[in-house]
Nanobody, 127 residues
Framework: QVQLVESGGGLVQAGATLRLSCVVS????????MGWFRQAPGKEREFVAG????????LYADFVKGRFTISRDYAKNTVHLQMNALKPEDTALYYC????????????????????WGQGTQVTVSS
């Protein structure tokens, strides 16, 4: 069975950097789509970034604007989200998600396409 364990969240000041990690077990990166969603209080879940396949096809939400980077470490079976220049509006619970399939570009954005979710890691950015 698939297990996703996130870490790396915390309380930081605006402009700081955080690196989230997601240790993955139970599926192969080469045939899976991995991603990050976030949910702030009073708001719906939103797609942040996704990565899939042997060629590491990557898709980002528009709000990232070059600040975030998603990557995979195949040796350690870990997905990362590097977040630079954090803003207070980035404050949210960040979830690592997985689908045991190579999703299409459109399907990246919907949380319904990811059967497996981690417990979430909290990111809080103060101003």
């Amino acid at each position: 069975q698939v297990q996703l364990v996130e870490s790396g969240g915390g309380l930081v000041q605006a402009g700081a950097t955080l690196r989230l990690s997601c240790v993955v077990s139970g599926l192969s990166f080469s045939s899976a789509t991995m991603g990050w969603f976030r949910q702030a209080p009073g708001k719906e879940r939103e797609f942040v970034a996704g990565i899939k396949g042997p060629g590491d096809y990557i898709l980002y939400a528009d709000f990232v604007k070059g600040r975030f980077t998603i990557s995979r470490d195949y040796a350690k079976n870990t997905v990362h989200l590097q977040m630079n220049a954090l803003k207070p509006e980035d404050t949210a619970l960040y979830y690592c998600v997985a689908a045991d399939a190579l999703l299409t570009r459109i399907d990246f954005y919907s949380p319904r396409n990811y059967p497996d979710w981690g417990q979430g890691t909290q990111v809080t950015v103060s101003s």
